[in-house]
């Protein structure tokens, strides 16, 4: 079973940066994407970024211009988050697929597309 483990969640300041990190284990043969969601206290999860196999990024609006998704190799997958305010707290979540595309359109591909999950780490911005 694929394992999907985050880290560099913490808590920061307004303006400051954090950069999450994803390890995947256990990955099926063939191609396998991995994107970021994230979850805010009452609300529903949402896409922030995806990466394609092939390097190709795909943002959300609210991730454009200040989020970065990035991958070291097949089984390492960062976010690079710059400029942070409060609307970003949440839980982010790494996210995987069976399949060499995690974007569409250049936006993150839905929730219902992944089948793995990791267990999330807490991304928390105060003013």
């Known amino acids: 079973q694929v394992q999907l483990v985050e880290s560099g969640g913490g808590s920061v300041l307004a303006g400051r940066s954090l950069r999450l990190s994803c390890e995947a284990s256990r990955l099926p043969t063939g191609n396998f994407c991995m994107a970021w969601f994230r979850q805010a206290p009452g609300k529903e999860r949402e896409a922030v970024a995806g990466?394609?196999?092939?390097?190709?990024p795909s943002y959300a609006e609210s991730a454009k211009g200040r989020f970065n998704i990035s991958q070291e190799n097949a089984n390492i997958m960062y976010l690079q988050m710059n400029s942070l305010i409060p609307e970003d707290t949440a839980t982010y979540y790494c996210?995987?697929?069976?399949?060499?595309?995690?974007?569409?359109?250049?936006?993150?591909?839905?929730?219902?597309?992944?089948?793995?999950w990791g267990q999330g780490t807490q991304v928390t911005v105060s003013s």
């Open positions: 990466i394609d196999t092939d390097g190709r």
């Open positions: 996210a995987g697929r069976q399949g060499w595309l995690c974007g569409e359109n250049g936006r993150p591909r839905p929730q219902s597309h992944y089948r793995y």
